[in-house]
């Protein structure tokens, strides 16, 4: 099996704001056209205009309505891509080392010239970000865009991913989760930011950020079941946001 690394000198991931998240997909779209046209093979589509398309994705946004204590219901938009996990399972199951974890900054790759197809990694994920190209035959997940954050001939500005620049409610955001006084650290300190199913022991370095109590709410506490570590019974990879919901 690949080992991976004891440590590592950064822990670059993203935070999800689902606060502020609504869902408008402009970091699918824009995920899908950067690393469709400037990163390794195109992300490849299968009829994509016919009755029935699929397609290869690094990003998704799932959308859940909840309406807690019967009052105003309201929608929940679920931003879904690799976690870039400290203990990845993907990693460790992977029989040619294609998939690896990078030791100088924690992202999570896959050597694509390595890489059989067998699908080790996406049984393995417990979160369900990879995803077999079609008509490539590798498997394919979310790089951070690598090739943008290291980009100097890329404005400043523009090197972060593609979707968290694209985003237009501010909800992504990018940075070292290794380092306290990042932006992302205290961002995740200040909006008690909660790992996904933690029970799984993958410990993901992105961070998710859960929605603020609603005035029409009538002061329920969102907070703590979105806390609460464990499914009792999960449904799918989302098994804990699905039981985390139903108690809203």
Known sequence: MTQLPTHTEKKLGLVIDL????????????????????????????DPYGADPTGTFLNRVHSYEVQPNQGVAQLIHFPKSCLHCDDAPCVTVCPTGASYKRVEDGIVLVNESDCIGCGLCAWACPYGAREMDSDQGVMKKCTL??????????????????CVRTCPSNARHFGDLADSESDVSKLVAERGGIDLMPEQGTKPVNKYLPPRPKDTWDQIDILAPLLDPVAEEPKGFLGWLDKTLEKL
């Open 19 to 46: 606060d502020t998240c609504v869902g408008c997909h402009a970091c699918v779209v824009s995920c899908k056209g950067w690393n469709t046209e400037n990163y390794g093979a195109p992300l490849s589509d299968q």
């Open 145 to 162: 865009c690598v090739d943008r954050i290291y980009n100097e001939n890329l404005p400043e500005e523009d090197r972060q991913p593609a």
